[in-house]
């Protein structure tokens, strides 16, 4: 599966270097000037990276982090000028997973930001189900490559994305609490749950012909929401 990164970098050159360097690597790279434009299409799409200036105009890049961590929990990279002890800790306490400070080689930060993927999915890969196609509707998952496709065609899902339908298909016709979910998914002692229900709904607009009326994930009220691997099938006006 193909990593997506959103680099917020407002100095054209370092951002056009960055991403030449990423895409090499194979990975799709989005570029972002500010942190206002930067949260808009994280509203939008989902990221498997995000490499981050904290110089930023207008909102700066903690300000966006802090924000951003509310809408996904993909790592985030910061690259900064800035390197004194309290810019890192501010970092890190906002959530950065990593801070490099320029200038930077751009080998390294390549390495850094692959290492951060590869951990993050490998922390989705130990709760998989055993199977390694999982077969659903018109869908089939293969936990093997982290991918879905819908009657062939490759559907984009972010790590979290991945990890949170793999787990619940894992888990098809049991209700999993928010905080079940969490703990397996997100794998943090504490944190924001609201971000399962932004997950759900994201992956609801991907899988589910009318997500407002969802046939896969279902939510019980109470109890959190279920896979059902077997709906019903919708019939005209239902």
Not at 111 to 139: N, T, W
Not at 169 to 176: K, N, R
Request: some cysteine; aromatic content about 8%.
């Amino acid at each position: 599966m193909q990593a997506s990164v959103l680099v917020v970098e407002d100095v054209k050159e370092m951002a056009e270097l960055m991403a030449l360097f990423l895409g090499k690597d194979g990975m799709k790279v989005q570029v972002m000037e500010n942190g206002e434009d930067g949260l808009v299409l994280l509203s939008k799409e989902s990221f498997d990276l995000i490499v981050l200036d904290i110089n930023l105009p207008g909102m700066d890049g903690l300000e966006f982090l802090a924000e951003a961590r509310k809408a996904t929990d993909c790592p985030v990279l910061i690259v900064s000028a800035r390197g004194s002890d309290e810019d890192l800790i501010a970092g890190l306490g906002q959530g950065a997973d990593e801070y490099m400070t320029k200038p930077f080689s751009p080998k390294v930060m390549v390495a850094r930001a692959r290492a951060l993927i590869r951990r993050s999915r490998g922390a989705v890969a130990s709760d998989k189900p055993q199977a390694e196609l999982v077969s659903f509707g018109p869908y089939v998952l293969d936990n093997s490559v982290f991918e879905l496709k819908k009657e062939g065609k490759a559907i984009q899902l972010s790590v979290k994305e991945f990890g949170l339908l793999s787990y619940l298909i894992a888990h098809a016709d049991a209700p999993q609490s928010p905080q079940a979910i969490y703990d397996a998914v997100w794998k943090r002692e504490f944190g924001d749950l609201t971000a399962v229900a932004v997950y759900i709904q994201r992956l609801r607009k991907k899988i589910e012909d009318d997500p407002a009326d969802p046939l896969y994930i279902e939510t019980v009220y109470g109890r959190g929401y279920r896979f059902n691997p077997s709906p019903r099938t919708r019939t005209d006006g239902a």
